[in-house]
């Protein structure tokens, strides 16, 4: 029962431009995000995250946004670039430091 | 600061033969956990300790896995016999108390 989810397996981006990675979640427990980025042969490298009272939060190029009424997340990466090629992995708990759910994962390739 | 430290990186098994993992976290995480990660997947929870008594095991196929955390600090997985669905990046985590997951290389294992 997959209760975190990333509909898109694949995201092709010209350098420079916005990249948009979405997640959608099932369990109204959730109450914290996360987003982690993994090139191959290496673990998951966490990259964001968010609890459920806020709905934005920023860093440097990296934004992740939460809407709670709708179950969705996503990440924006602007501008993007080659090195942020990458598998990114959505993740929720339902709390902070407890284990996390994640969904099947993105697969980002940012093209020069 | 070093990170979680896995071994053996690559392991290649005949079915119902048995393989241990090792997983040496951060230095001072009170928390373990060990994810699978199966091809096109994302990582799921096997199991979680909160220094060496297991918080989360409800994913954890006992009838041929076991995990120990002997003394709070290194943790081993083993799996006895081993099937070819076991086949997969077996991840081990830590994390200090309510903090972000970090995430040791992985150790794949090939099931013949």
């Known amino acids: 029962d997959q209760q975190v989810k990333q509909n898109s397996p694949s995201l092709s981006v010209q350098e420079g431009r916005i990249s948009i990675l979405n997640c959608d979640y099932t369990?109204?427990?959730?109450?914290?995000f996360l987003w982690y980025k993994k090139y191959p042969a290496e673990g998951p490298t966490f990259l964001i995250s968010?609890?459920?009272?806020?709905d934005k939060n920023e860093d440097g190029r990296f934004t992740v946004f939460l809407n709670k009424s709708a179950k969705h997340l996503s990440l924006h990466i602007v501008p993007s670039q080659p090195g942020d090629s990458a598998v990114y992995f959505c993740?929720?708990?339902?709390?902070?430091?407890?284990?996390?759910?994640f969904g099947k994962g993105t697969s980002l390739l940012v093209t020069p | 600061e070093a990170g979680v430290a896995q071994s053996p990186r690559y392991k290649i098994i005949e079915k119902r033969q048995s393989v241990a993992f090792w997983c040496n976290p951060i230095?001072?995480?009170?928390?373990l956990y060990w994810y699978q990660q199966i091809l096109g997947q994302g990582p799921k929870l096997l199991i979680q300790?909160?220094?060496?008594?297991?918080?989360?095991d409800s994913q954890l196929p006992k009838d041929r896995f076991s995990a120990e955390r002997l003394k709070g600090v290194d943790s081993t997985l083993k799996i006895q016999p081993a099937k070819l669905e076991d086949s997969a990046v077996y991840l081990c985590?830590?994390?200090?108390?309510?903090?972000?997951?970090?995430f040791g290389e992985g150790s794949r294992l090939t099931v013949l």
């Open positions: 985590a830590s994390s200090p108390l309510g903090g972000e997951l970090f």
């Open positions: 369990n109204s427990m959730f109450d914290y």
């Open positions: 968010i609890s459920s009272i806020k």
């Open positions: 993740a929720a708990s339902t709390h902070s430091g407890y284990a996390l759910n």
């Open positions: 230095s001072g995480h009170a928390t």
């Open positions: 300790f909160q220094n060496n008594g297991v918080v989360d």
